[in-house]
């Protein structure tokens, strides 16, 4: 398994990234949305992978994060979605924005993506909503990080993505749950106190999260 790849950008064309390593090419799939994130041929670069294995071929994803490798791994479990079903909604929402919809249930939200049909979009939601709280957990996730390949490359700098708000999340959701709130009906709350413009603080999510729960009447 190529669980990373550390190298330098050869090229980017519409649906991969080629990575050079010590003279050996990688071509690696991504979502529009990495793509986007990835630095200029001949600037290096490093990526999650994950390794896809067919019959007839092998396929290299890449990703920012740790957790929207997770949540890629996560949505090919369900009926009817692969690698580019996958990307789609990665590339169409984010690992945040996945989290989020899942959590809410908000299947248009996910059909939303390209290629994305509502009964595929519900069973997404339907499948995954009780599985979204341990990798809305896992935060923002680390950013991979090239680290240092002797002789070739030196002190390479991690790929910047956009700022998230995971790191408050995972908090949150750890916060809620200690206080006894199922993990999905936390999730839940954190993710419609996000919609709401919560704010990125913790304490501001935990607050406004409280008040959805809070009962009615």
């Not at 070739?152 to 998230?164: D, N, T, W």
């Not at 839940?188 to 406004?208: K, V």
Request: with cysteine; net charge negative.
């Amino acid at each position: 398994m190529i669980g990373k790849i550390a190298g330098r950008v050869d090229y980017i064309a519409e649906d991969h990234v080629l990575i050079d390593v010590r003279g050996v090419g990688y071509l690696v799939y991504c979502s529009e949305r990495c793509l986007r994130a990835l630095p200029q041929a001949g600037e290096a670069v490093a990526l999650y992978t994950d390794l896809l294995v067919r019959e007839d071929n092998l396929q290299l994803f890449g990703f920012v994060s740790l957790v929207e490798k997770e949540w890629h791994r996560l949505l090919m479990t369900v009926q009817g979605v692969g690698a580019k079903a996958s990307l789609a909604m990665l590339g169409a929402l984010g690992p945040d924005g996945v989290s989020r919809a899942i959590a809410l249930g908000d299947w248009g939200a996910v059909k939303a993506a390209k290629g994305i049909g509502p009964k595929t979009a519900q069973r997404v939601v339907n499948e995954l909503k009780d599985k979204a709280p341990s990798l809305m957990a896992l935060g923002a996730g680390p950013v991979a990080q090239a680290g240092e390949l002797d002789d070739v490359l030196e002190e390479i700098p991690p790929v910047r993505a956009a700022a998230s708000g995971g790191a408050a999340q995972s908090d949150a959701l750890s916060a809620l749950t200690n206080l006894g709130y199922a993990p999905s009906e936390a999730a839940s709350a954190i993710a419609q106190a996000q919609e709401n413009g919560g704010g990125a603080e913790t304490a501001a999510l935990i607050r406004e999260a409280l008040r959805l729960l809070a009962p009615k009447g």
